[in-house]
């Protein structure tokens, strides 16, 4: 993996261990996390590695292929550095930090050396975010002793991105990379927190998935995600519930009377949303992937149009791979730039890809990135 040996040679000391986490795509259920709502997303064979080298002072120097630079921060300066903010990159390993020493009192917590390096596209919507903290946090649970579990770890990493780098996101991004299974989607229960794999067989049905990174770059710690999180909240409030979870289709019509015309299409597009998450795991498990393509984009057309969080670019991306014989295709996390999946037959995959680029072309779009992902084995210890 070229991520651990890129990780390794950026590491001065001996190696105590090797640990690596995956991103990921969502295949459907977008902006249901935090509504307490149901997500099915997959880890992705692109991993984040974080080598680890024991030190003998308080001091957490982490290195990565990101930024030239490395930032140190003793154990003891760990609080105030982070309420400081301004750490950049680094914000995402000392929050793990941070956040792993408070959620786990019997810790014995100190100095070390950890390097990064990732294959993950950032900026992409494939959680590079999710794959560094999934790293770090597996590895210092082991060399600290934490005894956390993967479910906590995931929590870990949530609460580094809210509260050490300031992106008020849920907890799908580090549930699907600490507990991917191969050849399977993590459908999780966002209230639960209860999880459980289901079978994808993509590649026995002749299909693959088909990413395209418009590389319009989005900031979930700005502007629109936090202003659909907030509408959210606003719909919640007015029912008296205390999550969009809570309301269901037989709902819309009282959402309609009560909500002004953008919070009901907010409310709506939750509402209906966790129904399709709910539907597209009914047919995985009855009949397989080859029937929810109609649902893949009826997600995209609810975004689009009643959470109005796509950009030109990714619907575009998703008419290309529809009219080039994608069985589905949208937008895939938290929208305003990223990529789009589409649901393809494989033997499609490089006219579809061509198609895009020439679709993106003759819209004087940006080239973007067109790859296939596969779903993959989330968090573990490599060496
Ligand atoms: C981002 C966030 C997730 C989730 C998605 C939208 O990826 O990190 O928590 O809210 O957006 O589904």
């Given at each position: 993996m070229t991520a651990v040996d890129d990780a390794r040679a950026l590491l001065a000391a001996p190696e105590v261990g090797v640990w690596s986490a995956p991103g990921r795509a969502n295949l459907i259920g977008e902006h249901t996390d935090y509504n307490e709502g149901f997500v099915l997303p997959f880890a992705i064979a692109q991993r984040t590695a974080a080598v680890v080298a024991l030190r003998d002072d308080d001091v957490i120097r982490v290195r990565s292929t990101f930024a030239d630079d490395a930032v140190e921060v003793s154990l003891a300066d760990l609080d105030a550095r982070i309420a400081a903010g301004?750490?950049?990159?680094a914000g995402y390993p000392l929050g793990v930090a941070w956040a792993l020493r408070a959620a786990a009192p019997d810790a014995t917590p100190r100095g070390v050396d950890i390097a990064l390096a990732s294959e993950v596209p950032v900026?992409?919507?494939?959680s590079s975010s999710a794959a560094i903290e999934g790293a770090v946090a597996s590895a210092l649970n082991d060399v600290w002793g934490a005894g956390l579990d993967k479910v906590a770890l995931a929590r870990v990493g949530r609460t580094a991105e809210n509260d050490a780098v300031g992106a008020p996101t849920g907890i799908m991004d580090q549930m699907a990379s600490m507990l991917g299974v191969a050849d399977a989607a993590t459908f999780l229960d966002?209230?639960?927190l209860e999880t459980r794999p289901v079978a994808l067989g993509f590649a026995e049905a002749g299909l693959a998935i088909l990413v395209v990174d418009t590389l319009v770059e989005h900031a979930h710690s700005s502007g629109g995600y936090r202003e659909r999180r907030e509408a959210c909240e606003r719909g919640a409030a007015a029912f008296g519930?205390?999550?969009?979870?809570?309301?269901?289709?037989?709902?819309l019509p009282r959402a309609a009377e009560i909500l002004d015309d953008v919070t009901f299409r907010r409310v709506r597009h939750i509402i209906t949303e966790n129904q399709r998450v709910l539907d597209t795991v009914a047919a995985l498990d009855a009949e397989?992937?080859?029937?929810i393509g109609d649902l893949l984009t009826a997600s995209h057309a609810s975004m689009r149009?009643?959470?109005?969080?796509?950009v030109p670019e990714l619907d575009l991306a998703v008419e290309t791979a529809l009219a080039a014989g994608a069985l589905g295709a949208r937008m895939t996390g938290g929208g305003f730039g990223g990529a789009a999946i589409a649901l393809i037959p494989t033997e499609l995959v490089p006219a579809a890809t061509d198609a895009v680029h020439a679709a993106f072309a003759a819209s004087g779009f940006r080239a973007p990135n067109v790859f296939t992902v596969t779903p993959s084995e989330g968090a573990r210890r490599d060496a």
């Open positions: 301004g750490l950049d990159w900026g992409a919507g494939l966002c209230r639960t519930v205390p999550a969009l979870r809570d309301l269901t289709v037989d709902d397989g992937p080859t029937a149009d009643d959470f109005e969080i796509s």
